[in-house]
């Protein structure tokens, strides 16, 4: 497994960092994000480093979102947001701000202001409360 020592997801993805996590498959992890854009902001990355779309890998590409499917059935049925957004950016351009892979899954509410990062850093307590609310409804 490729690492980045000094990448944040990297050190999520290997237990050195703390995240808020809700699942995980054989090459991907999802985790509450810390800055949500919104009460329930998910993340799913792959446990390998890979900066962006064009450097990952089919495979691992694939079961990142086959398992940001599987997360995001989960939040709907947890969560029951009006919409869901799912994205993921590619370069300074595109708004990345952190360089490893991660496609965001973002429950909408009807009327809601559309952001996609948040600006303040979201209260631990409440994120493991959401991780373990979605982690409960998986199939
Ligand atoms: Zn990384």
Redesign the pocket.
């Known amino acids: 497994m490729i ?2 020592p000094d ?4 050190q999520i ?1 290997s237990g050195r960092a703390s995240a808020a996590r809700i699942t995980e498959s054989a090459h991907a992890l999802a985790f509450m994000d810390l800055f949500p854009a919104a009460d329930g902001h998910v993340l799913v990355i792959p446990k390998t ?1 890979y900066e962006n779309l064009f450097e990952s890998d089919e495979e691992t590409l694939a079961d990142v979102h086959l398992l940001a499917r599987r997360v995001a059935l989960a939040m709907r049925h947890a969560l029951a947001p009006d919409g869901m957004m799912m994205f993921q950016l590619n370069g300074v351009a595109a708004g990345q701000s952190v360089f ?1 892979y991660h496609a965001h899954l973002l429950p909408r509410r009807a009327g809601s202001e559309l952001r996609i990062h948040g600006r303040a850093k979201a209260d631990p307590a409440r994120l493991a409360e959401l991780a373990a609310r979605i982690a409960a409804a998986l199939a």
Request: proline letters at 0%; glycine letters at 0%; charged letters at 20%.
């Open positions: 690492e980045k990448c944040i997801f990297c993805a480093h490893h």
